[in-house]
């Protein structure tokens, strides 16, 4: 049961269309290569700490930042992506990483998860069914190739240590608006070269964070907004269009 067996046959399909989550360190690399890069930013209404034992709400406190909006507590969590519409700007023709020894961990990883509350489902994957027949990936539900249990725990430590430093690069842009959690995301497409700025600044000089940075909602669903500004959080209804270097997804029809 939740035995899966992988082994990548270098077909290059999960190289397309992707917002791969980024260190910082593979961030700075990815503009110097000049790759595109977004932040997609989320708050959880946070107005109590969660009783302990509730494994979720830790996993998402230890990837998020503490912050305000208006009299609300919040969490914040930031997601660095490099972004790309079609092929990824690192795919050869024949369907080849050309930083393969460099890609970032994101890349090593998949097909496996990283969350773990989510379930690796192989039918969701872009990966062909004869990708899924030699090497034991997870046995009985648990990750067992020794490399990518390495790799997932890598990628674990990284997001939560730099969630404060994801933190002071919004702040050093002027970025203070994020989409409810669950509802949708805030995607900014900040100028390349002053995010490379603020992410060097951040990568040799982290500074404490001021956990009563204010931020800003925004929703598509004017019952949200209502109630968020019902408990004393600031927002607004987003724009039907991008807005400037900022776009609004929502998982739901606007109401
Ligand atoms: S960096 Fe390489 S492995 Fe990662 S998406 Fe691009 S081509 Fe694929
Ligand atoms: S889609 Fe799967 S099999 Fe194809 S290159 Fe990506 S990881 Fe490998």
């Known amino acids: 049961m939740n035995d899966i067996n992988f082994e990548c046959t270098t077909c290059g399909k999960c190289c397309h269309d992707l917002r791969l989550a980024l260190t910082i360190a593979e961030a700075i690399v990815w503009l110097e290569r000049g790759g595109h890069m977004e932040l997609i930013c989320e708050a959880i209404p946070w107005p109590v700490e969660p009783e302990p034992g509730n494994a979720q709400a830790e996993y998402k406190r230890a990837r998020s930042s503490p912050a305000m909006s208006g009299s609300l507590p919040v969490r914040i969590s930031i997601v660095l ?3 790309f519409n ?5 795919l050869g023709a024949d369907m080849r990483c050309g930083i393969y020894e460099e890609r970032p961990l994101v890349c090593r990883i998949y097909p496996a998860e990283i969350n773990p509350f989510v379930v690796l489902t192989p039918e969701n994957k872009a990966c062909p069914s004869d990708a ?6 997870q046995r009985h539900g648990i990750l067992v190739d020794a ?6 725990g890598q990628s674990r430590r990284a997001n939560q240590l730099e969630a404060p430093l994801r933190m002071q690069v919004c702040l050093e842009l002027g970025l203070n608006h994020a989409a409810l959690a669950n509802e949708g995301f805030v995607m900014i497409s900040p100028d390349s070269d002053a995010l ?9 000089a982290p500074e404490s964070q001021d956990a009563n940075a204010q931020w800003t909602f925004v929703s598509n669903r004017a019952g949200t907004l209502e109630t968020l500004l019902s408990v004393g959080a600031t927002g607004h209804l987003a724009e039907p269009t991008a807005a400037g270097n900022s776009r609004y997804h929502g998982f739901f029809l606007p109401s």
Request: glycine share 4%; charged share 10%; hydrophobic share 50%.
């Open 196 to 204: 490379l700025t603020a992410l060097r600044h951040v990568h040799a």
């Open 132 to 137: 899924w027949q030699k090497t034991p990936l």
């Open 147 to 152: 490399a990518t249990v390495e790799q997932v």
């Open 86 to 90: 079609g092929a990824c700007p690192n």
């Open 81 to 83: 992506a490099a972004a």
